[in-house]
């Protein structure tokens, strides 16, 4: 199946912003929809953006405004772009289709921390 290699997060004060970045490795934009998923301690994994084929998005309401999701089909990588990051966005973040149900493999995903 298709590998997915999240990458571009790290250490951030609030208000900060990062880019992060998914790599697939087949093109695979066309076929499903693509999310970002987060896990943060304590916490269950959540959906917080997601792009279709047509490229139309929708966001948790906890990032609304504040997160973009966005893709580059010749390079098979999905992008999230975060500002005004908060502590509680800490988390690690993992990109998979959506439904998560139709992937049961997850990567190493990307630690994303913002420090108050």
């Known amino acids: 199946q298709v590998q997915l290699v999240e990458s571009g997060g790290g250490l951030v004060q609030a208000g900060g912003s990062l880019r992060l970045s998914c790599a697939a490795s087949g093109s695979i934009f066309s076929i499903y929809i693509m999310g970002w998923y987060r896990q943060a301690p304590g916490k269950q994994r959540e959906l917080v953006a997601r792009i279709t084929t047509g490229g139309s998005t929708n966001y948790a309401d906890s990032v609304k405004g504040r997160f973009t999701i966005s893709r580059d089909n010749a390079k098979n990588t999905v992008y999230l772009q975060m500002n005004s990051l908060k502590p509680e966005d800490t988390a690690v973040y993992y990109c998979?289709?959506?439904?998560?149900?139709?992937?049961?493999?997850w990567g190493q995903g990307t630690q994303v921390t913002v420090s108050s």
């Open positions: 998979n289709v959506v439904p998560e149900r139709l992937r049961s493999s």
